[in-house]
């Protein structure tokens, strides 16, 4: 009887551990993914997300076929969707990758505690993130809620493991399963189509981001400390949509540049995709409550939809606010040192919920996740775990003299942005201390 391989935020065959076991059963393998957008509380994949999953899942599609196996296609709520599958095709086991987000964990569960009452073999594995949540803990066996020594607790509990090697063969089931087809899910955008931007910079899939990583470590590695924060630099990894959807395993990631000079700092920016993971994991509401509930008192004022409007298509007058809007919306990404200037303007000088500019993020990055997205949203805010004060405010203009001296960055993506401001800096900026004493005054 076939094994199943329920592929997820894993689109890859190098280091999938749940790929592994199943071809270790030594059965034939049915490949699946489902599209699930029926079950309680998983969140609607963003635009750009759906784009960058649609090629991924083409070419994992593509790479199965070579080796043996047929990607099979499924949408609808997944838990059902599995155990019909199961019952259709008579497999034995079912194995995945685990997923750490709240509706997840529940739909996972749930359909392993189904299937071993039928009698079906099911084991999940470890392959998203370097350390499972439980098992980074305070002396005291809580949640670390500060990044430091979470970080330093990570690194001093047993390596990571080595990456698996990539299966050669992975012999498919017979009868194919049934299987939708990839365009009929009609993921990409058509009328209009925005995707052009997002087509020029990236190519999704495995074998493109291992050339990925190749390059970074080869090249940019190196320098990445001393250049990361200058928007201009191109010194970052890019690796974040790669690692979002698994085309490749941090276990890959971090053996391949570990002890490489200069790579600790690249390493602990994976410690901060860590943290926000565990944190999501302990917080599943990350995306909707604020960490720090004294914040749910934030007096935010009525929106006012014309600066919202302003500040998602980069016309504030704010030149690196600008430059970034317009970066993300063309191509799907923006530098994390412009991502935090441009989410601190949106709530400390609009004054606008952080929840709004997560929406936002969340429609247009190809990077988007559950656990990064929202926690970075609320680092920003100050309502998060190990938050940047709110007091500390970004001030987007000594930003761009200090990251983009000479304005590249900006002329790359603003020249034709509106020059004047939608809002004072200096005004703003205290009606925004006013509204926290607030909050302080409240606790
Ligand atoms: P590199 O500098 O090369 O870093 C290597 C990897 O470390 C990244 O690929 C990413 O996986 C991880 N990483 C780096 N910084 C962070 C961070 N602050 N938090 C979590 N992981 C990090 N990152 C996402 O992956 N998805 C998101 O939805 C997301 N939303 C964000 C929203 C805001 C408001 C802010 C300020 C940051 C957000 N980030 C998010 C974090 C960061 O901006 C991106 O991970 C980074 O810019 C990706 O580029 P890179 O791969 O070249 O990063």
Same mark, same amino acid.
């Given at each position: 009887?076939?094994?199943?391989?329920?592929?997820?935020?894993?689109?890859?065959?190098?280091?999938?551990?749940?790929?592994?076991?199943?071809?270790?059963?030594?059965?034939?393998?049915?490949?699946?993914?489902?599209?699930?957008?029926?079950?309680?509380?998983?969140?609607?994949?963003?635009?750009?997300?759906?784009?960058?999953?649609?090629?991924?899942?083409?070419?994992?599609?593509?790479?199965?076929?070579?080796?043996?196996?047929?990607?099979?296609?499924?949408?609808?709520?997944?838990?059902?969707?599995?155990?019909?599958?199961?019952?259709?095709?008579?497999?034995?086991?079912?194995?995945?990758?685990?997923?750490?987000?709240?509706?997840?964990?529940?739909?996972?569960?749930?359909?392993?505690?189904?299937?071993?009452?039928?009698?079906?073999?099911?084991?999940?594995?470890?392959?998203?993130?370097?350390?499972?949540?439980?098992?980074?803990?305070?002396?005291?066996?809580?949640? !670390?809620?500060?990044?430091?020594?979470?970080?330093?607790?990570?690194?001093?509990?047993?390596?990571?493991?080595?990456?698996?090697?990539?299966?050669?063969?992975?012999?498919?089931?017979?009868?194919?399963?049934?299987?939708?087809?990839?365009?009929?899910?009609?993921?990409?955008?058509?009328?209009?189509?925005?995707?052009?931007?997002?087509?020029?910079?990236?190519?999704?899939?495995?074998?493109?981001?291992?050339?990925?990583?190749?390059?970074?470590?080869?090249?940019?590695?190196?320098?990445?400390?001393?250049?990361?924060?200058?928007?201009?630099?191109?010194?970052?990894?890019?690796?974040?949509?790669?690692?979002?959807?698994?085309?490749?395993?941090?276990?890959?990631?971090?053996?391949?540049?570990?002890?490489?000079?200069?790579?600790?700092?690249?390493?602990?920016?994976?410690?901060?995709?860590?943290?926000?993971?565990?944190?999501?994991?302990?917080?599943?509401?990350?995306?909707?409550?604020?960490?720090?509930?004294?914040?749910?008192?934030?007096?935010?004022?009525?929106?006012?939809?014309?600066?919202?409007?302003?500040?998602?298509?980069?016309?504030?007058?704010?030149?690196?606010?600008?430059?970034?809007?317009?970066?993300?919306?063309?191509?799907? !990404?923006?530098?994390?040192?412009?991502?935090?200037?441009?989410?601190?303007?949106?709530?400390?000088?609009?004054?606008?919920?952080?929840?709004?500019?997560?929406?936002?993020?969340?429609?247009?990055?190809?990077?988007?996740?559950?656990?990064?997205?929202?926690?970075?949203?609320?680092?920003?805010?100050?309502?998060?775990?190990?938050?940047?004060?709110?007091?500390?405010?970004?001030?987007?203009?000594?930003?761009?003299?200090?990251?983009?001296?000479?304005?590249?960055?900006?002329?790359?993506?603003?020249?034709?942005?509106?020059?004047?401001?939608?809002?004072?800096?200096?005004?703003?900026?205290?009606?925004?201390?006013?509204?926290?004493?607030?909050?302080?005054?409240?606790?």
């Amino acid at each position: 009887s076939p094994s199943i391989v329920w592929f997820r935020d894993d689109l890859r065959l190098a280091d999938n551990p749940a790929l592994r076991a199943a071809l270790d059963l030594g059965e034939p393998i049915i490949a699946l993914f489902v599209l699930d957008e029926e079950s309680d509380g998983i969140r609607a994949l963003g635009g750009a997300s759906l784009w960058w999953l649609h090629h991924s899942l083409a070419s994992l599609a593509e790479r199965l076929r070579e080796r043996g196996a047929e990607l099979i296609l499924r949408r609808g709520a997944a838990g059902r969707i599995v155990r019909d599958l199961v019952a259709d095709s008579g497999a034995g086991a079912v194995f995945w990758n685990r997923r750490y987000g709240g509706p997840e964990r529940d739909v996972d569960a749930g359909v392993k505690s189904a299937l071993r009452e039928e009698g079906v073999t099911v084991a999940s594995f470890a392959a998203s993130l370097l350390h499972e949540p439980w098992t980074v803990t305070t002396g005291s066996g809580t949640h !670390y809620s500060v990044f430091t020594p979470f970080w330093r607790a990570c690194l001093a509990l047993p390596a990571p493991r080595a990456p698996l090697p990539e299966p050669r063969e992975i012999p498919g089931a017979t009868p194919v399963p049934a299987s939708d087809a990839l365009d009929d899910w009609e993921l990409l955008p058509t009328a209009p189509d925005w995707a052009a931007g997002l087509r020029e910079t990236w190519e999704p899939g495995e074998p493109a981001a291992r050339r990925r990583l190749k390059e970074f470590l080869d090249t940019d590695l190196p320098g990445y400390d001393s250049a990361r924060d200058e928007p201009s630099a191109g010194a970052t990894s890019l690796l974040s949509p790669r690692l979002r959807w698994g085309e490749l395993s941090p276990f890959t990631v971090w053996h391949e540049a570990v002890g490489v000079d200069g790579a600790g700092r690249f390493l602990s920016e994976l410690g901060w995709r860590e943290f926000a993971w565990h944190t999501l994991y302990h917080a599943p509401d990350l995306a909707t409550k604020n960490l720090r509930r004294d914040f749910d008192a934030f007096p935010w004022p009525p929106l006012d939809p014309s600066r919202l409007d302003a500040w998602q298509h980069g016309e504030t007058g704010i030149p690196l606010v600008d430059a970034g809007m317009r970066e993300l919306w063309h191509t799907g !990404y923006m530098h994390n040192r412009v991502r935090m200037v441009t989410a601190s303007f949106l709530i400390k000088n609009l004054l606008i919920d952080w929840r709004l500019g997560e929406e936002w993020f969340w429609d247009t990055l190809v990077d988007a996740d559950d656990a990064s997205n929202p926690f970075n949203w609320q680092w920003v805010a100050g309502s998060g775990a190990d938050a940047a004060p709110y007091f500390r405010v970004f001030n987007p203009e000594l930003q761009a003299k200090k990251f983009d001296p000479q304005g590249v960055y900006i002329s790359q993506w603003a020249s034709d942005a509106p020059t004047e401001p939608i809002v004072d800096l200096g005004e703003t900026r205290k009606a925004a201390l006013a509204a926290y004493d607030e909050v302080k005054r409240g606790s």
